[in-house]
């Protein structure tokens, strides 16, 4: 069986944002910057409005800056679209049509993204999904639907995946789950950046943690400087 290769580790930010500032339908960021590297799990921590998704809707093509630079491996991208295969997302739902096993869509998926069998065997394996591929998508349990969900992040083999909210409404043993393959993927030299109100389950994963409220960056540094131990 083939695996998902080792992604090179790397001094120099997969993302950076570069003082910059948006304003559009309440949704404001003022100057900010910060950077997620490979290797490393960056948690966004903020309120409801700090302007967290704004940050991923930049970094999937949904909003223009108004001005600063966004650089993804070094490269500003400008106003084109980030390609997958650099900066990928979880999604926050899949299709749960009945007409449809899990190995089809997730085939489908792979085809639409341009992903190879053997990595796609790998991506199977280590997302666990090798008993779920003839479970129709309807009856998947919730551990199903995210594993599902995680896997067609990992298709298109991304240097940065960004997640947003992961752990919203997961029990404990989807929880664990997500944090163990997030950890994986960081391990792979994936820079991982998460979007999140202020969450302890997430401390035991997280490197860096980059603290936005109203726009602004307050306060960014490691897990130990930022994010102390109970």
């Known amino acids: 069986r083939k695996t998902m290769c080792q992604l ?14 948006f304003n559009h339908a309440g949704r404001e960021l003022h100057g900010i910057s910060f950077a997620a590297y490979a290797g490393r799990v960056t ?7 700090a302007g967290k998704t704004t940050v991923l809707r930049m970094l999937l093509g ?12 070094g490269k500003p991208y400008g106003t084109s679209r980030i390609p997958k295969n650099v900066v990928s997302a979880m999604p926050e739902a899949i ?10 869509y997730l085939r489908w998926k792979a085809l639409w993204a341009g992903t190879s069998d053997s990595l796609l065997d790998g991506i199977i394996h280590m997302t666990e999904l090798q008993n779920l591929l003839t479970v ?26 960004i997640m947003d909210e992961p752990l919203q409404t997961l029990d404990r043993s989807g929880t664990n789950w997500i944090c163990e393959q997030i950890r994986k993927q960081a391990n792979r030299g994936v820079a991982v950046l998460i979007a999140s109100e202020p969450d302890s ?15 602004t ?12 131990e109970d």
């Open 62 to 73: 949904l909003d223009i800056p108004d001005s600063g630079c966004i650089s993804t491996c």
């Open 8 to 21: 090179p580790d790397s001094a120099s930010p997969i993302i950076a944002f570069e003082n910059v500032s």
């Open 136 to 161: 129709k998508l309807h009856d998947l349990a919730p551990i199903g639907v995210l594993k599902m969900r995680f896997a067609i992040a990992l298709l298109p083999n991304p240097k940065a995946l």
């Open 43 to 49: 948690v966004l921590m903020g309120a409801h409005d």
């Open 201 to 215: 389950r997430l401390r035991p994963i997280t490197d860096d943690v980059v603290v936005l409220d109203k726009g």
């Open 95 to 104: 299709s749960l049509s009945p007409y449809y096993s899990a190995g089809t």
């Open 217 to 228: 960056v307050v306060k960014e540094g490691s897990r130990g400087q930022l994010w102390k």
